[in-house]
């Protein structure tokens, strides 16, 4: 019973597959209008819902299991927006401080500011540090250094981000 399961899963993907390639060789809106229909058919059967603008898969056992992607785990996501903004260009996850503070350990403690105050490292200090980098600023760095243009991205990225510190104990 497994066996056919696994296996129709592989045909279904073979089709998938199929299907992008002719896709991709046929011109025109139309051929894509069809690929993308052909495509939302093959994912409702395998259960598995295609946002075809990006193509990527959600909710099936191609997002669980596909080695490398990002699924819907908000921390895998939240690495993937940082690294896509080069927030590693300032921040390590190692402990080790860079341009700005490191991201491990950072998130549930108390982060000493230059004010000489202190402040609880919870999920709405994340999200300002992010936002409003200047808003409070960390004791030994400067302001002015991280970019506030962080403020742009999608409230979602910016929960994905704050899930992926909180998961740097
Ligand atoms: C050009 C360097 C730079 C980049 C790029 C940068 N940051 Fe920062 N960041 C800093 C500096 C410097 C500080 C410390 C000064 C301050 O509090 O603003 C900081 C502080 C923070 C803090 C507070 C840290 C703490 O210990 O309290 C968070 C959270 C943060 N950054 C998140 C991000 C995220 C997320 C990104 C990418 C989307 C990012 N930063 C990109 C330089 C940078």
Redesign the pocket.
């Known amino acids: 019973m497994r066996m056919l399961t696994i296996r129709r899963a592989a045909l279904l993907g073979l089709l998938v597959l199929g299907v992008g390639v002719l896709g991709c060789t046929a011109p025109g809106d139309q051929a894509q209008h069809r690929q993308d229909e052909a495509q939302k058919e093959l994912a409702a059967r395998a259960g598995i819902t295609i946002d075809t603008s990006t193509g990527q898969a959600s909710g099936g056992p191609a997002a669980a299991g596909g080695g490398g992607a990002a699924g819907n785990d908000p921390v895998k996501l939240g690495q993937a927006?940082?690294l896509q903004?080069?927030?590693a260009?300032?921040?390590t996850t190692d402990g080790k401080a860079s341009?700005?503070?490191t991201?491990k350990g950072?998130a549930g403690h108390d982060?000493d500011l230059v004010d000489g105050s202190k402040v609880k490292?919870d999920d709405a200090?994340?999200k300002e540090?992010?936002l409003q980098?200047?808003a409070?600023?960390?004791k030994g760095?400067?302001?002015n250094?991280?970019?506030q243009t962080?403020s742009s991205?999608k409230p979602e990225q910016i929960d994905q981000?704050i899930a992926y510190?909180n998961s740097l104990k």
Do not use: D, E, Q, T
Request: aromatic share 12%; glycine share 2%; hydrophobic share 60%.
């Open positions: 927006v940082a903004n080069a927030c260009a300032c921040h341009v700005g503070p991201w950072l982060v490292a200090y994340l540090s992010i980098p200047n409070k600023v960390v760095f400067a302001p250094v991280m970019p962080f991205l981000l510190i």
